[in-house]
Structures are given as structure tokens and as C-alpha cells.
């Protein structure tokens, strides 16, 4: 997990107990899996008995930070910053504990000392730490400085001095001696770091995570849907648990060791039983199961892990449509009138051939004969079967499978 650290960080990370925090955007409601690995930073600080802090930035996030970015943010309103850290805190607490009595974990807002800070006061009292020149060749600043389209506006420009500060405020209300970050962060960290030595005569530290990405190089947390998301909303759990069954072979050992608390000898052995196996994926079920139920319980998992096994032919009885739409919602799919299915219905053989199921209604009375035909999931070898409202899942959904993975999913539409 650990990309690079400043001189000292290791002897102090291994001695006495320490405070360290890690600071979290909140451009939006909720934090992304690619805010897992420095979440996870939290998690081992607060298992080696050190005093984590997660700091969310309600006064920075109004600036934007312009590390890794190729122009300017949308700024936030006071009002969307708080309501976003009221939901990184919920999520947050599936991770660490902020009860426990020994060294609990804390969240604190840098608006609560940014938001009341004096222009005149910030420009004596901290920026005359950092020279201009200095600034300008952090890479952060200097790839938007030599971008002529882009630029950069003196408002992201006073991020790291803000960023600095931060650091400052947490040494002295807190005593907090170190902080992490993202590699991306390596400038806004020193920058920090020089500020409390130059301003307070102290020695802090810094350690920066790498930069997670798969193998094919692709940012990690980003599918052709999109973003996935911690918020059960945004990226729903069943999703959440298939963007981690999906991890590529390759990626799914060094995932392990980044998102789970197993020990190095359980992994190696999970790496070589997925070695000799690589069709039964254990390595992806191992971390699927593990993350999935610390970010949305094991209900969701269970739930999860069920609506995974319907796609391989497991019972679909007690799934509700909300379920099934979203466990299918990738398939062909064909919308049929409700009123079709009323009184006796359609025929099976009929509404095979009519959906594209089958090529004809005789390959559909071939399949059925063959016991090749499910409805939901259920083998149809009868030819003569009729489909009603009675087989539909809350009246709003069919699903056909002809062999073992050929799904179609039937909307059926009220009057």
C-alpha cells in the first residue's frame, strides 16, 4: 500500500501511538471505491492503535483541488459541502470506529477554521512560508500552468496553502503528526509538512498510497456505467458486488491485499487456489464478499450474492421486480401489454418465436421437448403451456432463458 514516505515517517509510524489524518472531497454525496485505499490507510491506523482523523474538506472543497485535473472545478455551495460530508461520515462508519475508547476515530470539517479565516491574517501569517517559485514547479500547479487553454485561476492556485493549513490547525488543536494521501496529494502533503516545521519548529510526517489502476492501465472504479459508488443509490450493491467478481485475474491478489483485512498467508493461499482453478474466480469472490458486506452489510450481500446466483440459473421465487430489473437490465428485453397475458394468457411456444427467443415456433416446441425453455427460471417442457399474469413477478416482469445463459426479459405494460 505504500507508494512513498517522508524522512522518519517509518520510525514514527512504529512507535508510540500517533495521530494521523487523511483528507476526503466532498464534491459528492458519497465517496467511490476509488476512495477505498485511503480509507483502508484509516482502517490499519486505527488497528495499529494509532488516532485516525478523517478530514473532510467543507472549506476546500468550495476552492477544488486541481491535483490531477486539466481544468477548473464547479465550486460547491456551503449547503451541497454539508450535506455531501453527512454522507461520507455514514459511510465512513462501516469502516472505522468512532466509539471505541482507547483511539477513536474522529471527523472534523476545515470549514470550521477556513470559514472563519481573515484574508490578511492567512497572507502574514502563512503565506509568507511559500515561495511563488516553489509553488509553481509542484507538478500539480506546473502541468496547468504550461496548459495555455486551460490555465490555472489563483483560486486553485491557493489550494496547497489551504491544504498546508489544514495540517497546521490539526497540529495544534489535535497534535496530529502525520498525513496520508493518494501519491497525487505528494505536493499538497510537503507542502504541509514544511508549513508546521517552518511555522510551529516540528517534525511531521507524510506517506502517500499509490495511484490504484488495473493492469491494462484504466483508472480503478471506473466501468463503461460509470463511476461505482460507495451509496447504495448511486451503485447498487448487486452491481457493487459484480464490479468486484469482475476484476481481472491479474488484478485480483493485489486488489486482495489493498481492500481486505485477511492476513498475507490467507491471500497466498487464496492466489493459489485461483492459480490451479481460475474458473471458479475465488480470488474475485473472496474480495467481492469481503468489500460488499463492509460497505453495505451483510443483508446487502446475501441479497447480492443471491440475485449473482439467478443469473446462473438459481431460483428467482422471492425476488421482488425492483430485484429483477436490475439483475437483468443488461439483457434483451421486450415490452408485451399486461392484457395480453390476462384470463388464459399466451401461449409458451408462441410468445418464444413472437420475442426472438426462439427463431420459430418450432425450434421453441424442439427446445421445450429438449428441456432447453425456462420461465423464471423454471424448466417449461410442456408445449401446450400458457403464460399469464399469475407466472409474473409483481405483474410487471417475465424472464425467459432458452439454454443455460440466453436470457430475455418481458416488461409487461399496465393499460
Not at 509510524?13 to 490507510?41: Q, R
Not at 476545515?110 to 509553481?136: E, Y
Request: aromatic content about 8%; glycine content about 10%.
Amino acid at each position: 500500500m505504500l507508494h512513498d514516505a517522508t524522512e522518519g515517517a517509518s520510525e514514527a509510524f512504529a512507535g508510540e501511538p500517533l495521530t494521523a489524518y487523511i483528507g476526503f472531497d466532498p464534491t459528492a454525496p458519497s465517496l467511490h471505491v476509488g476512495s477505498l485505499l485511503p480509507i483502508m490507510g484509516l482502517v490499519h491506523l486505527q488497528r495499529a492503535g494509532h488516532h485516525p482523523i478523517a478530514l473532510v474538506g467543507g472549506g476546500t472543497g468550495l476552492i477544488g483541488d486541481p491535483s490531477g485535473k486539466t481544468e477548473e472545478r464547479q465550486l460547491l455551495t456551503r449547503e451541497v459541502a454539508e450535506e455531501n460530508q453527512a454522507g461520507i461520515r455514514r459511510q465512513l462508519e462501516q469502516f472505522l470506529d468512532f466509539d471505541v475508547s482507547a483511539n477513536p476515530a474522529r471527523l472534523v470539517n476545515n470549514l470550521d477554521w477556513l470559514g472563519d479565516l481573515r484574508a490578511l491574517d492567512f497572507l502574514r501569517d502563512v503565506g509568507k512560508h511559500f515561495s511563488v517559485n516553489a509553488l509553481i514547479r509542484k507538478e500539480t500547479v506546473r502541468r496547468r500552468v504550461e496548459d495555455e487553454d486551460a490555465g490555472i485561476s489563483y483560486t486553485e492556485f491557493s489550494y496547497i496553502l489551504l491544504q498546508a493549513y489544514d495540517f497546521l490547525e490539526l497540529y495544534d488543536r489535535m497534535g496530529c503528526r502525520g498525513q496520508l494521501g493518494g501519491s497525487d496529494q505528494w505536493g499538497n502533503i510537503t507542502s504541509g509538512i514544511d508549513l508546521v516545521r517552518r511555522a510551529r519548529g516540528a517534525k511531521v510526517y507524510g506517506a502517500v498510497f499509490p495511484l490504484v489502476t488495473t493492469r491494462s492501465g484504466t483508472k480503478f472504479g471506473k466501468t463503461e456505467e460509470g463511476t461505482v459508488w460507495l451509496d447504495p443509490k448511486r451503485t447498487s450493491p448487486f452491481r457493487f458486488y459484480q464490479f468486484w467478481l469482475n476484476i481481472e485475474d491479474e488484478d485480483a491478489g493485489r486488489y486482495l491485499r489493498y481492500f481486505s483485512l485477511r492476513s498475507r498467508l490467507e491471500i497466498e493461499a487464496i492466489e493459489a487456489s485461483a492459480a490451479e482453478r481460475p474458473q471458479a474466480r475465488e480470488a474475485q469472490r473472496a474480495l467481492a464478499e469481503e468489500v460488499t458486506e463492509r460497505v453495505h452489510g451483510i443483508g446487502a450481500l446475501e441479497r447480492a450474492r443471491a440475485a449473482t446466483g439467478v443469473l446462473f440459473g438459481g431460483e428467482i421465487e422471492g425476488m421482488g421486480a425492483e430485484e429483477i430489473e436490475e439483475v437483468f437490465r443488461d439483457v434483451p428485453s421486450s415490452t408485451v401489454p399486461s392484457d395480453d397475458l390476462a384470463g388464459e394468457g399466451r401461449g409458451m411456444v408462441e410468445l418464444l418465436a413472437e420475442l426472438g427467443v426462439t427463431r420459430s415456433r418450432g425450434e421453441a416446441r424442439r427446445a421445450m421437448e429438449q428441456g432447453g425453455i425456462y420461465l423464471n427460471n423454471r424448466r417449461v417442457t410442456a408445449t401446450d403451456r400458457r403464460v399469464t399474469l399469475d407466472d409474473s413477478v409483481e405483474g410487471r416482469f417475465l424472464v425467459l432463458r432458452k439454454g443455460k445463459k440466453s436470457y430475455h426479459l418481458v416488461r409487461l405494460l399496465g393499460p
